[in-house]
């Protein structure tokens, strides 16, 4: 079975400071990894994800992540916070069923951004 | 132009009752979810259609039942609402397996 584990429900960073949320990923096959960024009252939009190409990804609004098998991890970071940044994050792994996406989420993390 | 719509918004109900939310996509996509959100934020996949087939049914109460009259909808009928159903429901979409799944802005259901 499939599970992402995200370290720290919440994270607070000073405006222009590194943000880093953490994913680990447990998968029996080589994974699909997805990160997504959910804004207050609204729904999920994707970040970045790896499929098997580069490890270091990069996606919108200036995040990357890097995937390490060795570690089986998948952080995302971004370079310099800034305050439209503060949302909920989630890391997910996903299978193919049927042509079917079942992803499986961590439980998030809730970036908050101080001016 | 609305990717994925969710009908309505907000949801609020009686305890026993039964309702529907309404999900349309113009993407194209031929594969369609529902997700549940709990009230401390985590998501879990309900249901799965690709096609109008259903392909994923996670373990959700029979009280609940998807159906997809075409590719394009999605609707998530519940039967005698309890109040742990209270959550938010996002609706999905996706072209195939790999690809990124597009979400609706969600439907607030309170049970009261």
């Known amino acids: 079975a499939q599970s992402v584990t995200q370290l720290g429900s919440h994270v607070s960073v000073s405006e222009g400071a590194l943000v880093l949320l953490r994913c ?3 998968s029996s096959v080589p994974p699909y990894l997805f990160w997504y960024v959910q804004y207050p009252n609204q729904g999920l939009q994707l970040l970045l ?8 990804v990069k996606g919108i609004n200036g995040f990357e992540a890097e995937f390490k098998k060795s570690e089986t991890s998948f952080h995302l970071t971004k370079p310099s916070a800034h305050m439209s940044d503060a949302a909920e994050y989630f890391c997910a792994v996903s299978r193919g069923i049927q042509g079917a996406q079942k992803l499986v989420f961590g439980q998030g993390t809730r970036l908050t951004i101080n001016p | ?5 969710q009908t309505p918004k907000y949801l609020v109900t009686q305890m ?11 993407l194209g996509h031929d594969t369609m979810y529902w997700y549940k959100q709990d009230s401390k934020k985590f998501l879990k996949i309900m249901f799965s259609y690709n096609n109008k087939e259903l392909i994923i049914n996670e373990t959700v109460p029979n009280r609940f039942s998807p159906k ?5 909808h999605l609707n998530l009928h519940i039967n005698s609402l309890e ?8 609706c ?4 195939d397996w790999n690809n ?12 009261l």
């Open chain 1, 24 to 26: 680990n990923y447990s």
């Open chain 1, 49 to 56: 994800k790896y499929t098997s190409a580069a490890t270091l």
């Open chain 2, 1 to 5: 132009d609305t990717a994925v719509s």
């Open chain 2, 16 to 26: 026993g009752n039964d309702k529907s939310i309404k999900c349309e996509q113009n």
């Open chain 2, 68 to 72: 997809s009259p075409d590719k394009a």
């Open chain 2, 83 to 90: 109040l742990g159903d209270s959550a938010v429901y996002f």
């Open chain 2, 92 to 95: 999905a979409s996706s072209q």
């Open chain 2, 100 to 111: 990124e799944q597009f979400f609706g802005p969600g439907t607030r259901l309170t049970v």
